[in-house]
């Protein structure tokens, strides 16, 4: 603009015969040169470190990027402006004034973490201008990262532990004397190595020889989780929930060391495992599906009419009411089956869900519809839905996931049913 703008000014002075517009223009040509040469003769030798910690989070919670430069050079800096883009989108625009030789500046930012993603931070650019502004130039900085949004996750109690026998389970199936996986189930003889504290002595005296309590071997129960992604059944809204939803219950339940599964109607199978390391990439996974017009729900349904043993949670958008009946119709081809339905919600669902995790109750909407029963804190509770046996929790503003799932599965556990010996004469 300023060369243009120079040139004109020499151009008219000649047509009009003004020799002020001759020796304005130039001072602009001069000027703008003097600006190229203060640029390109600015050496720099910089230590720029950057850091994104943590770099994988859950949505709402906090990533920061730390960015430390450090000047190597001899001679001070100049004015430095850092460019970080995130995701194609501007990004971070950072200033560092002039640094002396081996003077260390630190800046940081935050990360858009409030939706799950993943987010491409970088590349980093360092760029100097002269003065007045009238020329730049631009070198790399540092490499893009890439930083994991993990999808919202709510402290929700864990599917109930099934009934009847699962073969393919961790261990048998637990018996009617407890759940926990340390109680007494049968006695047996002593042998060297036993704990003298599990001697039984009632029936040492009555064998005549040491009885020894034989303790039930840990139990590790099966779920899964099947996620409809059909975009015909879904808005922006809903499909964020349901995804928090599917990454509560895996969370939940990996934590009581079950064999975990996700499957989605766009054709994902994870497979059973457990730990971590079936967690975090199941997490990973969530982070970046989207509601697919090629999704079919299908794949779930063969997978039900199949039978699958252990637990099985079923989460569905906008679907007729139908359909949900003839998907609770197959659950006794499984463990148990529960349903989760996502209602209507709107933006302000975040708001409410994240305030009442965090114990702010006035942040949200309150709950007051006519058919719930309020719970110890005052809220609303949703109203206990069941087709054919099969519960259904029912996602809205009004009652956000982690209370209508709690108010379904806490009666459930405090009235589990007894269970059948397993196979191999336990009792």
């Known amino acids: 603009m300023v060369a243009w703008g120079g040139v004109g000014m020499i151009v008219a002075a000649r047509l009009v015969g003004l020799a002020e517009l001759y020796v304005f223009g130039a001072a602009a040509l001069f000027l703008l040169l003097l600006a190229v040469l203060a640029v390109r003769l600015s050496r720099l030798h910089l230590q720029i470190d950057r850091r994104v910690h943590p770099a994988q989070v859950h949505a709402g919670s906090t990533s920061r990027v730390e960015i ?20 194609g989108r501007e990004g971070a625009d950072l ?39 009238l020329s730049h130039s ?40 407890g759940r926990a996986g340390d109680d007494f189930y049968a006695l047996r003889p002593y042998v060297v190595g036993d704990d003298l504290r599990q001697i039984h002595w009632p029936s040492t005296a009555r064998h005549d020889e040491l009885q020894v309590r034989q303790q039930e071997q840990s139990w590790q129960g099966r779920t899964t989780v099947m996620l409809d992604l059909r975009k015909a059944t879904h808005d922006p809204e809903s499909v964020e929930v349901a995804v928090s939803a599917a990454a509560s219950v895996l969370a939940a339940n990996s934590r009581r060391n079950d064999l975990i599964r996700l499957l989605t109607t766009d054709g994902l199978d994870s497979g059973y495992a457990a730990g971590r390391t079936q967690l975090e990439p199941l997490l990973e996974r969530l982070a970046v599906v989207r509601a697919r017009s090629s999704a079919k729900l299908g794949n779930l349904v063969d997978v039900l009419q199949r039978g699958s043993g252990g637990a099985v949670v079923v989460i569905v958008a906008h679907v007729p009411d139908a359909e949900i009946e003839s998907i609770s119709r197959l659950g006794r081809r499984c463990g148990s089956l529960t349903v989760v339905k996502i209602d209507q919600v709107t ?23 006519s058919n719930g029963a309020k719970g110890a804190n005052g ?41 059948a010996p397993a196979r191999g004469g336990r009792r």
């Open 347 to 369: 933006p302000r669902y975040w708001a409410a869900a994240r305030a009442r995790a965090t114990g702010d109750r006035s942040g949200g909407p309150g709950g007051n519809g």
């Open 379 to 419: 809220l609303r509770l949703p109203p206990t839905t069941s087709l054919n046996g099969v519960p259904v929790v029912r996602v809205s503003d009004a009652h956000p996931f982690a209370a209508a799932w709690t108010a379904v599965m806490q009666p459930r556990q405090r009235g589990r049913a007894t269970v």
């Open 68 to 87: 430390r430069v450090r000047n190597l050079h001899t001679r001070p800096t100049p004015l430095l402006r850092l460019s970080d883009p995130i995701s």
């Open 138 to 177: 631009s070198t790399p900085g540092a490499e893009p990262v890439e930083v994991v949004v993990y999808p919202w996750i709510d402290q929700i109690p864990p599917v109930p532990f099934t009934v009847g026998h699962d073969p393919l389970a961790g261990s048998l199936q637990m018996h009617e004397l």
């Open 95 to 133: 200033f560092v004034p002039p640094l002396g030789w081996h003077v260390t500046a630190a800046a940081s930012y935050q990360l858009p973490t409030q939706r799950r993603g993943l987010l491409k931070v970088g590349p980093l650019r360092v760029t100097v201008t002269d003065p007045f502004g």
